[in-house]
Antibody, heavy 119, light 108 residues
Framework: QVQLVQSGAELMKPGSSLKVSCQAS????????IHWVRQAPGQGLQWMGSINPSGGDTKFAPRLQGRVSMTRDMSTSTVYMQLRSLKFDDTAIYFC????????????WGQGTLVTVSS | SSELTQPPSVSVSPGQTANITCSGDELPKQYVYWYQQKPGQAPLVIIYKDTERPSGIPERFSGSTSETIVTLTISGVQAEDEADYYC???????????FGGGTKLTVL
């Protein structure tokens, strides 16, 4: 069965860099884009960006351009999301999600990674 | 920039019909997707490409469109439908993904 398993919770300092992993299994990794979506406490969903595991090409939300990057490791079917220069309002649950290329949906999600930015 | 606007909250009694709207200028050019999110869980897609329902999603969930407004309809609301609902589409460029602000459905 399709699974996306994310790395564990993180406590970060302002100004530091975050790296969250999302390991895929149960399907051909290169066939589906992976997106990252975050959700601040009590708030809505915010799209961060996407990566095509096949070619490594990425797209990022304009508001995060310059601070976010996404990479993948084909040998372990893992996608990484890095966010630099962390701010207090980067505190959120970070989700990775797979896209079904036919339906266009986020059809499988990781369990979420809680990131807390605190001094 | 493109925006999707949803009402913050909708309340209905069990068995009634809930309508949750999502408005945006770009919606006539973009497919809309609806997600249900319960506390502590990841979102779950319940409607895709405006009106299609994934397998396993109850028939009481349906989607419709009218110009710049799309609507998620839940017919015969059940207590288990209490959740946050988000619409999602592409922005005007078709490059980026945008979410509506979410609607909290309360079943009275």
């Amino acid at each position: 069965q399709v699974q996306l398993v994310q790395s564990g919770a993180e406590l970060m300092k302002p100004g530091s860099s975050l790296k969250v992993s999302c390991q895929a299994s149960g399907y051909t990794f290169s066939n589906n884009y992976i997106h990252w979506v975050r959700q601040a406490p009590g708030q809505g969903l915010q799209w961060m960006g996407s990566i095509n595991p096949s070619g490594g090409d990425t797209k990022f939300a304009p508001r995060l351009q310059g601070r976010v990057s996404m990479t993948r490791d084909m040998s372990t079917s893992t996608v990484y999301m890095q966010l630099r220069s962390l701010k207090f309002d980067d505190t959120a649950i970070y989700f990775c999600a797979r896209v079904d290329p036919v339906a266009g949906t986020f059809d499988h999600w990781g369990q979420g990674t809680l990131v807390t930015v605190s001094s | 920039s493109s925006e999707l606007t949803q009402p913050p909250s909708v309340s209905v009694s069990p068995g009634q019909t809930a309508n949750i709207t999502c408005s945006g200028d770009e919606l006539p050019k973009q497919y809309v997707y609806w997600y249900q999110q319960k506390p502590g869980q990841a979102p779950l897609v319940i409607i895709y490409k405006d009106t299609e329902r994934p397998s396993g999603i109850p028939e009481r969930f349906s989607g419709s469109t009218s110009e710049t407004i799309v609507t998620l309809t839940i017919s015969g609301v059940q207590a288990e439908d209490e959740a946050d609902y988000y619409c999602q589409a592409g922005d005007s460029s078709g490059i980026y993904v945008i979410f509506g602000g979410g609607t909290k459905l309360t079943v009275l």
